[in-house]
Nanobody, 120 residues
Framework: QVQLVESGGGLVQAGGTLRLSCAAS????????MAWFRQAPGKQRELVAT???????NYADSVKGRFTISRENAKDTVYLQMNSLKPEDTAVYYC??????????????WGQGTQVTVSS
């Protein structure tokens, strides 16, 4: 069994910063891609950023230059540094990981979500 636990969300003024963390625990042999998604009220969940096992990153156009995704493999953790936040960044943020278990199976896991609210 694998669990992802997120932290770091909250309320911040426009122009402010937040750092999200997502730590995986359980039967983990290796973690391939890691990602952050977000879902605003009344909208579909959208991809924010991804990072591969060799630290190649990709970002949605709306967050390029403001957000940075990183990973700490020794802690099975992915981070999202969010700078210059805008009200339109308000959403529930979810982490996602592709994890290989000790039994060789690969599954896709989601965090529980953390609320980010940016006030104008």
């Amino acid at each position: 069994q694998v669990q992802l636990v997120e932290s770091g969300g909250g309320l911040v003024q426009a122009g402010g910063t937040l750092r999200l963390s997502c730590a995986a625990s359980g039967s983990i042999f290796s973690i391939n891609a890691m990602a952050w998604f977000r879902q605003a009220p009344g909208k579909q969940r959208e991809l924010v950023a991804t990072i591969t096992s060799n630290n190649s990153t990709n970002y949605a156009d709306s967050v390029k230059g403001r957000f940075t995704i990183s990973r700490e493999n020794a802690k099975d953790t992915v981070y999202l540094q969010m700078n210059s936040l805008k009200p339109e960044d308000t959403a529930v943020y979810y982490c996602n990981m592709h994890i290989r278990s000790h039994w060789g199976t690969v599954n896709n896991y989601w965090g529980q979500g953390t609320q980010v609210t940016v006030s104008s």
